[in-house]
């Protein structure tokens, strides 16, 4: 079965710096999905990469997904402590188109 | 517009009971799925809905859990006979189609079993 590795399990970032998550696949990737979590609430949609090479942004937030390395990493720029919260990773396992498996997280804190 | 919505927010239950979550997808949302987030753990897939098509139960742990859904909208998940180990979060999520739309969660159900 496809296992997603995050890296790292956790980050303390000062306001205001950038930072860089990433997430990496054991198995060929078909579609990679980025979402947030805060403590005792469900799973915030960010954002969704399809094809090798894609990049997508949202506000200050980056997403990319390198379909050679079986790898997306997300960076975030000027961090905000509004960006607390958990990072996960989920991709469509074994090329289902709708089965997702999902990353443990990075439990992102952003001191002020 | 309205997001997906779960209830109970919050299940206290004694092992061996019986207990029931519910979900209401987005409004026209075809496919409706669930998902278990025990505590340092990824998520699980449990269960996927599509239209009127046969689910794919492929992600229940065991035959306690059960789902229902009725045409394309509210979803029950049933657990019977409860265990410790079945404290987690439940989360549903629904998406337009199948076919690599984002999948959009609901809050989720913190189930306790004492």
């Known amino acids: 079965s496809q296992e997603l590795e995050q890296s790292p399990q956790s980050l303390i970032v000062q306001e205001g710096k950038n930072l860089t998550i990433n997430c990496t696949s054991s198995?060929?990737?078909?579609?990679l999905y980025w979402y947030k979590q805060k403590y005792g609430e469900g799973l915030i949609f960010l954002m969704m990469?399809?094809?090798?090479?894609e990049e997508k942004s949202h506000e200050k937030i980056t997403a990319k997904l390198d379909e050679k390395k079986q790898q997306s990493s997300l960076h975030i720029t000027a961090s905000q402590p509004s960006h607390a919260g958990i990072y996960l990773c989920?991709?469509?396992?074994?090329?289902?188109?709708?089965?997702?498996?999902f990353g443990k997280g990075t439990l992102l804190t952003v001191n002020p | 517009g309205a997001g997906v919505s779960q209830s109970p927010s919050n299940k206290v239950t004694e092992k061996g009971k019986d207990v029931e979550l519910r979900c209401d997808p987005i409004?026209?949302?075809?496919?409706l799925y669930w998902y278990r987030q025990r505590l340092g753990q990824g998520l699980e897939f449990l269960i996927y809905?599509?239209?009127?098509?046969?689910?794919?139960k492929s992600g229940l742990p065991s035959d306690r859990f059960s789902a229902e859904r009725t045409g394309e909208s509210v979803s029950t998940l049933t657990i019977q006979r409860t265990q410790q180990e079945d404290s987690a979060v439940y989360l549903c999520?629904?998406?337009?189609?199948?076919?690599?739309?984002?999948?959009?969660f609901g809050p989720g159900t913190r189930l306790t079993v004492t």
């Open positions: 999520a629904s998406s337009l189609t199948a076919g690599g739309y984002e999948q959009y």
């Open positions: 198995k060929t990737l078909y579609g």
């Open positions: 990469l399809q094809k090798g090479g």
């Open positions: 989920g991709a469509r396992s074994g090329g289902s188109n709708y089965k997702l498996t």
């Open positions: 409004s026209g949302h075809t496919a």
């Open positions: 809905f599509q239209g009127n098509s046969a689910p794919d």
